[in-house]
Nanobody, 116 residues
Framework: QVQLVESGGGLVQAGESLRLSCEAS????????MAWYRQVSGGSRDLVAS???????KYGDFGRGRFTISRDADQNRVHLQMNNLRSEDTAVYYC??????????WGQGMQVTVSS
């Protein structure tokens, strides 16, 4: 059983930074893609950023230029550095990992709240 354990969320002021981290535990597989998604209350779950094992990165429109995704060398930990946070970044952030068979695993999600 694969589990994705997220950390680093919380409450910050607008303009501040947060670093989210996600580590896989359990039966470890080498993931192809690891990503972060976010969901605003009542909204859809949207891509924040993703990185595949080749280092190719995709960003959602709202994070480009402010957010940076990275993966550790073992490929099963992923981080999201979020700078210059805005109130509209308030959401539940989810870690996502996809194996070579395109099966997706999800973390439980953690709240990020940005106060203005």
């Amino acid at each position: 059983q694969v589990q994705l354990v997220e950390s680093g969320g919380g409450l910050v002021q607008a303009g501040e930074s947060l670093r989210l981290s996600c580590e896989a535990s359990g039966i470890i597989v080498r993931f192809n893609v690891m990503a972060w998604y976010r969901q605003v209350s009542g909204g859809s779950r949207d891509l924040v950023a993703s990185m595949n094992r080749n280092g190719e990165v995709k960003y959602g429109d709202f994070g480009r230029g402010r957010f940076t995704i990275s993966r550790d060398a073992d490929q099963n930990r992923v981080h999201l550095q979020m700078n210059n946070l805005r109130s509209e970044d308030t959401a539940v952030y989810y870690c996502n990992a996809e194996n070579d068979y395109r099966y997706a695993y999800w973390g439980q999600g953690m709240q990020v709240t940005v106060s203005s």
